[in-house]
């Protein structure tokens, strides 16, 4: 049976790792091949990802995305609609 700090070093484990960039799965499987049970390792994994959910921030409103599009002389160029587009604008 694993204690607390067992699990919450497995956690530690998982967000130090994680936020190197290798995966959740290659994670698991090295985990599993060093000799932990697949429900510890689960445990942790929820665990961890129930610590970065807490610290992640909280968006209030979707990012605005603008674009641009440029000609070779970077003079912006005016596109057209297109003739599907044109009827879905008028019948909304």
Known sequence: MRTEEQNRQLAE????NLKKGYTEESLKFALMRQGYSRTAVEQAIEQ????LSEKAPLFKEKPMINYEVVDE???PVKLKKSFFKKIKD???
Do not use: D, G, T, V
């Open 13 to 16: 484990y998982f967000k130090r």
């Open 48 to 51: 961890a990802h129930k610590e």
């Open 90 to 92: 008028w019948l909304w």
């Open 73 to 75: 002389k970077n003079q």
